[in-house]
């Protein structure tokens, strides 16, 4: 059964970092894209970041570019996404998604498979 494990939420200040991290299990990474798709309280879902299986290829939204990598360690089946220079508005539950897509795909609904969320909280 396919799972996804999100870890490394929570409280910090304005500035600050996390590393956010995936475990999957029941598949391995290298045959899937994987990205982080966040929601935060009355707004629509947005697509943080995406990585191909296939070429290495990342996409990252605009709010968030130069801020957030996304990574991916294939012997641990473990997707990383490390966020600096924190804002308030990177508030939101953030969620590991999967998926297997002939290219890069940008668009968070066709992502198959989904964790469970982590928070995170920027605030001073």
């Known amino acids: 059964q396919l799972q996804l494990v999100e870890s490394g939420g929570g409280l910090v200040q304005p500035g600050g970092s996390l590393r956010l991290s995936c475990a999957a299990s029941?598949?391995?990474?290298?045959?899937?894209?994987m990205g982080w798709v966040r929601q935060a309280p009355g707004k629509e879902r947005e697509g943080v970041s995406y990585?191909?299986?296939?070429?290495?290829?990342?996409h990252y939204a605009d709010s968030v570019k130069g801020r957030f990598t996304i990574s991916r360690d294939n012997a641990k089946n473990t997707v990383y996404l490390q966020m600096n220079s924190l804002k308030p508005e990177d508030t939101a539950v953030y969620y590991c998604?999967?998926?297997?897509?002939?290219?890069?795909?940008?668009?968070?609904?066709?992502?198959?498979?989904w964790g469970q969320g982590t928070q995170v909280t920027v605030s001073s």
């Open positions: 029941g598949f391995t990474l290298d045959q899937y894209n």
């Open positions: 990585s191909s299986f296939r070429d290495g290829s990342t």
């Open positions: 998604v999967a998926g297997r897509h002939t290219s890069l795909v940008v668009n968070p609904e066709l992502y198959s498979y």
